[in-house]
């Protein structure tokens, strides 16, 4: 009788406990003021939607929103609505409340600056954590980032969509052998208050460094015959990156078994899905140093436009920014 009892009992807690993993994560938005917001949350709330991505729902918000930025200014309100009302996203006062009833967390503000400061009540609260392109508005904070997100053991991670084109993933994952030489070219829009790269340059710098990895030494900013940003880096044993200013998303790199077109964008929902494994699992899938290396690029591109287009190591701007 005792035994039937205790495996009872066992297949009780082995139901909870499937019940429970199968349940979906409570998602937090912080910075309700971009275009993913309401992508992202239809992506995963929407069992309607061809790329619907389960296993997480949107529940809760902090509204954000930067007065000096135009394009955050004016749409934070408009996107907000559509969250509380098409959605059923309930609006927090502050982060601090809003991460009590939330199991992971999206930073989307399109300002990369108060970015380190919104991750701060997240990362203490031990709450998963994927933020959105730029991770932050400069090299200096997203080294901070990741110092808090080290010391408190929390996962956090950064990727613009562009990584996830079946194209890039392709070749990351060997389709064209070792790669020697690649150029990934995207628009290039600048916002004054970041550095020239990070707040639009980053989905095509964030292709080239999908197939290229890590390693970067160098960085060489010029312009191309019609006068779009180009800037060349050097990595080690010999390899090149290239990115490119332009209108659309193109791409090429060139391996030691061949070569492949790169930079198309394939949506959202290859990166949403990212996220929701990453909260699942505990692993993030971009390392930290990649992410690193990729805006200590931007930010040396930076230096060598105010050099007059001189090279520029990595491990100048990794220092002046506190590594």
């Known amino acids: ?153 929390v996962p956090v991670w950064s990727s613009s969509s562009l990584r996830y084109s079946k194209a890039a993933q392709a070749v990351r994952g060997g389709s064209v052998g070792k790669v020697n030489y690649a150029e990934a070219a995207s628009p290039a829009s600048l916002e004054p208050s970041h550095p020239d790269l990070f707040w639009y340059g980053v989905h095509g710098c964030e292709s080239l460094f999908t197939v290229m990895g890590t390693g970067c030494e160098t960085v060489k900013r010029g312009t191309t015959a019609d006068g779009k940003i180009e800037v060349t880096g050097k990595w080690k044993g010999g390899r090149t990156g290239i990115f490119r200013e332009a209108k659309g998303y193109t791409g090429v790199a060139k391996g030691d078994k061949g070569e492949a077109a790169i930079g198309a964008y394939d949506g959202y929902a290859p990166l949403v899905a990212e996220a929701i494994k990453a909260f699942q699992t505990g692993v993030v899938p971009v390392s930290p140093e990649e992410t690193i290396e990729l805006f200590a690029f931007m930010e040396a591109a930076d230096e060598s436009k105010r050099r007059g287009g001189a090279e520029v190591s990595l491990a100048e701007v990794l220092k002046k920014a506190g590594k």
């Not at 619907?52 to 200014?73: E, L, N, T, Y």
């Not at 199991?103 to 989307?108: K, T």
């Not at 300002?111 to 730029?134: S, T």
């Not at 090299?139 to 080290?150: N, P, T």
């Open 1 to 153: 009788m005792l035994m039937k009892s205790i495996l009872a009992a066992v297949a009780l807690l082995a139901a909870l406990a499937q019940t429970l993993a199968a349940a979906d994560l409570r998602i937090g938005m912080i910075g309700l003021d971009t275009s993913h917001v309401p992508a992202f949350t239809d992506i995963l709330n929407n069992p309607q939607n061809k790329a619907h991505v389960p296993g997480a729902k949107v529940v809760a918000a902090f509204k954000g929103g930067s007065p000096d930025i135009a394009s955050s200014r004016d749409r934070v309100e408009g996107f907000t609505k559509t969250l509380v009302e098409k959605y059923g996203v309930k609006i927090y006062d502050s982060i601090e409340e809003m991460v009590k009833h939330v199991d992971a967390v999206f930073i989307e503000s399109v300002d990369g600056r108060p970015h380190l400061a919104q991750a701060i009540p997240v990362i203490k609260a031990r709450k998963p954590l994927f933020i959105d392109k730029p991770m932050a508005g400069s090299l200096k904070d997203v080294l901070e980032i990741f110092r808090l997100a080290k010391e408190a053991r």
